[in-house]
Protein backbone atom coordinates (compact mmCIF):
# COMPACT_ATOMS: atom_id res chain seq x y z
CA UNK A 1 0.00 0.00 0.00
CA UNK A 2 1.11 3.15 -0.97
CA UNK A 3 2.14 5.76 1.65
CA UNK A 4 -0.16 8.46 2.46
CA UNK A 5 0.89 12.35 2.48
CA UNK A 6 2.74 12.37 6.01
CA UNK A 7 2.13 14.73 8.90
CA UNK A 8 4.90 16.66 9.28
CA UNK A 9 5.34 19.07 12.30
CA UNK A 10 8.19 21.49 11.79
CA UNK A 11 8.91 24.52 14.73
CA UNK A 12 8.61 28.00 13.20
CA UNK A 13 11.54 29.72 15.02
CA UNK A 14 14.13 28.04 16.80
CA UNK A 15 16.56 30.33 19.32
CA UNK A 16 20.10 29.85 17.96
CA UNK A 17 21.98 26.65 20.20
CA UNK A 18 18.79 25.66 20.65
CA UNK A 19 17.64 21.91 20.11
CA UNK A 20 14.83 21.54 17.51
CA UNK A 21 12.86 18.30 16.99
CA UNK A 22 11.17 17.99 13.29
CA UNK A 23 8.80 14.92 13.31
CA UNK A 24 7.07 13.48 10.38
CA UNK A 25 4.88 10.18 10.24
CA UNK A 26 2.17 8.31 8.25
CA UNK A 27 0.60 4.75 9.00
CA UNK A 28 -1.28 3.98 5.84
CA UNK A 29 1.87 2.89 3.62
CA UNK A 30 2.43 -0.87 4.05
CA UNK A 31 5.22 -2.20 4.10
CA UNK A 32 6.44 0.18 6.88
CA UNK A 33 7.42 3.53 5.20
CA UNK A 34 10.81 5.16 5.69
CA UNK A 35 11.27 8.44 5.85
CA UNK A 36 13.58 11.45 4.25
CA UNK A 37 14.15 14.78 5.34
CA UNK A 38 14.92 17.83 3.10
CA UNK A 39 15.86 21.58 3.61
CA UNK A 40 15.43 23.41 0.12
CA UNK A 41 14.89 20.55 -1.41
CA UNK A 42 18.37 19.30 -0.53
CA UNK A 43 18.31 15.54 0.99
CA UNK A 44 19.42 15.38 4.38
CA UNK A 45 22.11 12.56 4.92
CA UNK A 46 20.78 10.41 7.52
CA UNK A 47 24.76 9.81 8.17
CA UNK A 48 25.98 13.44 9.64
CA UNK A 49 29.46 12.23 9.09
CA UNK A 50 29.42 11.36 5.26
CA UNK A 51 27.54 14.49 4.22
CA UNK A 52 29.82 17.24 3.23
CA UNK A 53 26.92 19.96 3.22
CA UNK A 54 26.00 19.11 6.79
CA UNK A 55 29.57 19.73 7.99
CA UNK A 56 28.71 22.20 10.63
CA UNK A 57 25.40 20.74 11.35
CA UNK A 58 25.06 18.09 14.33
CA UNK A 59 21.58 16.53 13.73
CA UNK A 60 20.20 12.97 14.09
CA UNK A 61 17.59 11.17 11.45
CA UNK A 62 16.42 8.04 12.34
CA UNK A 63 14.69 6.93 8.64
CA UNK A 64 12.68 4.70 10.60
CA UNK A 65 10.73 7.02 12.73
CA UNK A 66 10.75 10.24 10.79
CA UNK A 67 12.54 11.97 13.51
CA UNK A 68 15.16 14.69 12.53
CA UNK A 69 16.63 16.33 16.06
CA UNK A 70 18.76 19.34 15.81
CA UNK A 71 20.74 19.13 18.47
CA UNK A 72 22.17 23.29 18.82
CA UNK A 73 20.79 24.69 15.81
CA UNK A 74 22.84 27.70 13.86
CA UNK A 75 21.76 30.20 11.11
CA UNK A 76 22.40 27.88 8.50
CA UNK A 77 19.79 25.35 9.60
CA UNK A 78 16.90 28.23 8.22
CA UNK A 79 14.91 27.24 5.34
CA UNK A 80 11.91 25.20 4.60
CA UNK A 81 11.79 21.77 5.36
CA UNK A 82 9.92 18.78 3.97
CA UNK A 83 9.60 14.71 4.62
CA UNK A 84 9.62 12.20 1.96
CA UNK A 85 7.46 8.57 3.27
CA UNK A 86 8.58 6.28 0.89
CA UNK A 87 7.94 2.02 0.86
CA UNK A 88 8.11 -0.49 -1.77
CA UNK A 89 4.59 0.98 -3.20
CA UNK A 90 5.73 4.43 -3.83
CA UNK A 91 5.73 7.54 -1.81
CA UNK A 92 4.00 10.73 -0.58
CA UNK A 93 5.52 14.49 0.29
CA UNK A 94 4.20 16.64 2.91
CA UNK A 95 4.00 20.01 2.52
CA UNK A 96 7.67 22.30 2.82
CA UNK A 97 7.40 24.34 6.50
CA UNK A 98 9.61 26.74 7.24
CA UNK A 99 11.81 26.91 10.41
CA UNK A 100 13.64 29.95 11.17
CA UNK A 101 16.30 30.14 13.61
Not at 29 to 48: A, I
Not at 57 to 63: F, I, K, V
Request: some cysteine; hydrophobic content about 25%.
Amino acid sequence: VKPMTPRCSVPKAVPVGKSASLHCHENEGFPKSTYSWYRNSEPLSPDTKSSTKSHNSSYTLNPTTGTLVFHAVHKGDTGRYSCIATNDAGFAKCEEQEMEV
